[in-house]
């Protein structure tokens, strides 16, 4: 099994884990580099604009889905 089977076995038998692991990484040098309260900041502000946006890309795939409807 070379590295890339290896990679692509651990990413469907334990996705949400390596998921962790990476954010866990991330929010970790962010404490490095910036301090905790600054991090948290930055992981708070990340949030909001996921938050957001998937509220545009959900708006925006409902306009569509009622488009398609509406055009049949």
């Known amino acids: ?3 890339a ?3 692509v076995y ?3 038998n334990h996705r ?3 998921i ?3 954010l866990g990484l991330v929010f970790a040098l962010f404490v490095i ?3 905790f309260f600054e991090a948290l900041f930055i ?3 990340i949030a909001v604009g996921l938050y957001v946006g ?3 890309d959900d708006k925006m795939n409902n306009r569509r889905s009622s488009d398609d409807i509406f055009r049949n």
């Open 20 to 22: 962790g692991v990476a």
């Open 43 to 45: 992981c708070f502000c």
């Open 5 to 7: 089977e290896f990679l």
């Open 54 to 56: 998937k509220k545009i």
């Open 10 to 12: 651990i990413w469907r």
């Open 33 to 35: 580099s910036y301090g």
């Open 16 to 18: 949400g884990k390596m």
């Open 1 to 3: 099994m070379d590295v």
